[in-house]
């Protein structure tokens, strides 16, 4: 459990949120596992997961993007707005991030590579893994066989949203994307933030 939640957190696609709550259910039908050491090797795994991935975007990620950003996009003017995010909205990013598959993977690494504060970091990343291991954990504890019931539907309802949620992001961000780039622009020229 640790493990996978870890390497996933630290940005490799893996499936820690189903090993989570499949270990829940067993633990829940079965007893022979504690949900409590259950819990707390997903929390684990995913707060020291999340720092490497930290650590991994702070030391590579900017490098990387500005090498090979143009390839997909990402230039200097992406990469100042997207520290300019992490500035403004980089706790929720990483708090929520937890919560949402494909951000759960890339949070950390993106929020290292934005430069976001380390202490800030440690502390919504902690708060979101705790949080995430402890919903999904008890959630799959108690309602074990009634979310086996139901995760075909709600799997196709969750999907459905996100879809939607992709799509209203991306328009959101179509409609602002030049207004949030002369916020960063801007923000980064005052002279207080130079050299």
């Known amino acids: 459990m640790f493990v996978v939640v870890a390497l996933e957190s630290a940005g490799v696609p893996l499936p820690g949120e189903t090993m989570l709550v499949g270990a829940a259910i067993y633990a829940g039908h079965s007893g022979n596992v504690r949900i409590d050491l259950i819990i707390l090797a997903a ?18 990620g900017v490098n990387l993007l500005m090498r090979y950003g143009g390839h997909v996009g990402v230039g200097p003017p992406q990469l100042r707005l997207g520290q300019y995010l992490f500035m403004r909205w980089g706790g ?7 919560f949402v598959a494909l951000l759960r993977i890339l949070a950390a690494v993106l929020a290292g ?3 976001f504060d380390p202490l800030k970091f440690l502390f919504y990343n902690a708060a979101g893994g705790i949080c995430w291991s402890l919903l999904f954990g008890l959630g799959g504890y108690v309602f074990g066989v009634a979310i086996n019931r139901i995760a075909g539907p709600i799997g196709w309802i969750g999907l459905a949203g996100a879809v939607i949620g992709v ?10 994307e030049e207004r949030l780039m002369k916020e960063a622009e801007a923000h980064f020229a005052r002279p207080e933030r130079r050299g």
């Open 92 to 98: 929720a990013i990483v708090f929520f991030g937890r």
């Open 113 to 115: 590579a934005n430069h």
């Open 43 to 60: 929390a684990a795994g995913a707060i020291i997961g999340d720092n490497i991935g930290f650590w991994i975007g702070r030391e590579f």
């Open 167 to 176: 799509v209203a992001l991306w328009r959101y961000w179509k409609i602002n």
